[in-house]
Nanobody
Framework: VQLQASGGGLVQAGGSLRLSCVAS??????YGWFRRAPGKERKFVAD??????LYADSVKGRFTISEDNAKNTVYLQMNSLKPEDTAVYYC????????????WGQGTLVTVSS
């Protein structure tokens, strides 16, 4: 089972990016996006469980998580990006009852310039 994230890049503040994460080897019903800013711990961004999304307060109203189960893919649409959104973004799949994810992607770098 692998998760492959893509879509990161350099964007100006106020711009948009869409991240994708493709799961190979199995279908997940729960996906998450997390991010690690330079010098900081990894933090929750958003997740989707049985089509129900949840967002961190810092991205609510700007980011949208969605999934395409036919493609085993989860997306993170990021609008109105801010410099503080700069981070490596990681996707994860299969959330356990303890909230931990079993599978993780390799990360994709998002850099927002001011």
């Amino acid at each position: 089972v692998q998760l492959q994230a893509s879509g990161g890049g350099l964007v100006q503040a106020g711009g948009s990016l869409r991240l994708s994460c493709v799961a190979s080897g199995r279908t997940f019903r729960t996906y998450g996006w997390f991010r690690r800013a330079p010098g900081k711990e990894r933090k929750f961004v958003a997740d989707i469980a049985w089509s129900s999304p949840l967002y961190a307060d810092s991205v609510k109203g700007r980011f949208t998580i969605s999934e395409d189960n036919a493609k085993n893919t989860v997306y993170l649409q990021m609008n109105s990006l801010k410099p503080e959104d700069t981070a490596v973004y990681y996707c994860a799949g299969l959330r356990g009852v303890n909230g931990n994810y079993a599978y993780w992607g390799q990360g994709t770098l998002v850099t927002v310039s001011s």
